[in-house]
Structures are given as C-alpha cells and as structure tokens.
C-alpha cells in the first residue's frame, strides 16, 4: 500500500509484480488440511481467489500487471511447477482470465528472463499466439534484462525483441542490471534457486 501510494503521489506508472510465481508461492497453497495435494478444482479456485483479492485491492491505481511470471525454461519445456502439475499448461490463461476478470483496464503482461535463448523465445512465442487464438487477453511481454559485460549479444536481445513485437504486444525491458564480474558458470540465469559456493575461481580481483 504504501508503495503504491509513493507511486501515486509521485506521478508514477506502476506495475503490479507478479501475481503468480512459482517460486514465491507457499507451499500451503498446493495441499490440504492433510497434506496431500488439492485437486486441479481447488487449486484454480484458490488461483482465482488470491487474483481476484490482491488485482482489485489495487483496481483503478495500477497502470499493469506481471500475471505469470517465469513459467518456460531454457529449452522451451515447460517449469514442472506445482501450477503445470496440477493445473496443467492452461493456468497461464486461466490467471490471464481472472487478471482481466478483477480489472478490466489494467495491461496484463508476461515477464521472464534469458529470453534470448532459442527455446524460452520460440515457447513463449507459442503461447502467447495461443492465448490471442482463444480471446485472452495479454498485453505485453518483460524481457528481464539481467546482462552481463559478455552477453548476452546485442543481436540476440534484438532478434528477441523483434520477434516479440511481431505479436503485437509491448516489449519491456524490465530487471536490467549488468555485472561487472566475469561469470564462471555457463548457461546461468536468474533463477533465484540457484547458488552456488564460494570458490577462488570466482572472484578476479583477489589482489
């Protein structure tokens, strides 16, 4: 509340970020008073129910939201979540549904990062004409900028971005931050599940 309210006052455009997020959501919401894993009906009811609470919280105020947020991986496959476990692949529409259902006036995006890998690009390029084919809203995708001094190339973060304004949607740059260390590790993106221990390999500048 009181981010939005700075926000407000100082005549900022907000985004609302993220609505679902496989890493951020408890692991209470996937289970029953037992234990055990709820049933694809609950868990689109409880989807639809923490939407619709926190998307109308804040009707009218926010300009956009990040509905889905780092569903594709690498290759293209899709994240083995709790929400495509149980769900299935369609609970990205489904929450792109319940965002246009609490708001009808509020842009409704994407957001995922090394999205210039062939794969995450080609996947979410799928999915997003499937959910235009049906009717759902979407109406931006966020290329997370996160950079490093070696990469990714300028001209594969521009065949990305062409390939997704083709679509018809906004392109956002959005987490842009650039390292200024060299990375030991291949293939390394911004899963925040990651680590990694300390090695000397790691650190450049020991002297």
Known sequence: DRFVEYAENNGMYITGHTLVWHSQAPDWFFVDEHGEEVSREVLIDRMRNHIHTVVRRYMGRLGGWDVVNETILDDGQWRQSPFVRIIGEDFV??????????????????????????????????????????????DGIGMQGHMAMDGPSIEDFEKSILAFSELGVKVMITELDISALPNPFKNMGANIADTASYHEKINPYKT
């Open 93 to 138: 529409q489904l929450a792109f549904r319940f965002a246009h259902e609490a708001d009808p006036e509020a842009e409704l995006y994407y957001n995922d990062y090394s999205m210039t890998f062939e794969g995450r690009r080609e996947a979410v390029i799928r999915m997003v004409k499937s959910m235009q084919e049906q009717g759902v809203r979407i």
